[in-house]
T-cell receptor, first 108, second 112 residues
């Protein structure tokens, strides 16, 4: 099956810092999504981004499908940004394959 | 709430018990999923229902039995589980295209 690799595995930020998370995938994909899992386990869909760039407040994402990677940018990080960020892809249907995640800790 | 509701939030069960997890969505989605999230592992897709038909069963042991009575409800029936089945079980729904993927808050299951 398709391989999804996320980096870095862990990230510690000072409040107000910017950061970039990366997702590499091993095959062509139909769709790529970014999720945030908060410390209570809730997974929230951040972006549905098979290609191009999208922005939502302090978060933005870019997917370069031809080069099989996606980036998630967090600007002016806040403590509420802490949690695990997952990248997930599907190849020709709606069944997602998840990466192992990047654990982000934002310190006040 | 995200529009996908899971109950119970926490469950402790013995290895000989039978229990069920429930998931409900009111988003008008036509695909529903069960995922398992174990410590230090990526989320694993267990079952997929599309238009109330099971379209995926990812080599899940038969002690897990899904049921989808209609497009808004999904159950996961559990019996004779093992301690290694302890995990966070997440339900999700989406349009059949994958758009609008929405997760519930999960059921934290502990098998003793």
């Amino acid at each position: 099956g398709i391989q999804v690799e996320q980096s870095p595995p862990d990230l510690i930020l000072q409040e107000g810092a910017n950061s970039t998370l990366r997702c590499n995938f091993s095959d062509s994909v139909n769709n790529l999504q970014w999720f945030h899992q908060n410390p209570w386990g809730q997974l929230i869909n951040l972006f549905y981004i098979p290609s191009g760039t999208k922005q939502n407040g302090r978060l933005s994402a870019t997917t370069v499908a031809t080069e099989r990677y996606s980036l998630l940018y967090i600007s002016s990080s806040q403590t509420t940004d802490s949690g695990v960020y997952f990248c997930a892809v599907d190849t020709n249907d709606y069944k997602l394959s998840f990466g192992a995640g990047t654990t982000v800790t934002v310190r006040a | 709430e995200t529009g996908v509701t899971q109950t119970p939030r926490h469950l402790v069960m013995g290895m000989t018990n039978k229990k069920s997890l429930k998931c409900e969505q009111h988003l008008g989605h036509n695909a529903m999923y069960w995922y398992k999230q174990s410590a230090k592992k990526p989320l694993e897709l267990m079952f997929v229902y599309s238009l109330e038909e099971r379209v995926e069963n990812n080599s899940v042991p038969s002690r897990f039995s899904p049921e989808c009575p209609n497009s808004s409800h999904l159950f996961l029936h559990l019996h004779t589980l093992q301690p290694e089945d302890s995990a966070l079980y997440l339900c999700a729904s989406s349009q059949e295209s994958g758009d609008g993927y929405t997760f519930g808050s999960g059921t934290r299951l502990t098998v003793v």
